[in-house]
């Protein structure tokens, strides 16, 4: 009798501790079921936007890399397009820009991926033009919200007022079927952001911004 009791209080304990230990679990980890993919823009023989000695596919990759540490720590899985200075295209091939988008494309797409994030950097002739911009291609149904939701959250976190974009014909965004977006994180030409982006401090803070936007579009 007694050990029958003991037996069920056991099992009570046991349930409590399980139940926690889930709870606990999705409160800390709350990205742990998601396989995130990031694509940091341009590499190799590509530098992206450049100013001076500054180039644009530095930048992205460490942005990158703090987004993967900060996104892991969530719990989430993550992968990226490339995790140093090369490009992926085919050997000798002529068009090597479209054959570095079409492998970057593939391999996501060969992925279980439940969402891509592209980081690049903005450019215009103007440097008065500064801010986080967000942009999608309407190729999956998700992107357009995707894109809405993490303009909105970037927008009150870094104090910007960009509005999210639709891009067309960009082949890169065109070939990949997984949902997701294109994150321009600011502008190489604006004086404040580039000061900006090439900051540890801010890099971090860019990561835990997308971070949070990600677990909170999760969340709903
Ligand atoms: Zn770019």
Redesign the pocket.
Known sequence: MLSKKIYVLFLLILIVCSFSFFTINAKHKPLSNKIIFLDP??GGLDP??TYKNIY?KDI?LKICFELKKQLEKKGAKVFMTRYGDYDLSSNNVRARKRSDLTNRAKIINKSDADMYISI???ATQSSTWKGIQVFYDDVNQENKNIAKHFQKELNSYLKTNRSYSEIKGMLFNRQVKVPGILI?VGFLSNPNDRYLLRQDSYQIKLATNITKSLINYYNG
């Open positions: 823009g341009h992206g936007s644009e992205n690049h950097l903005n321009e």
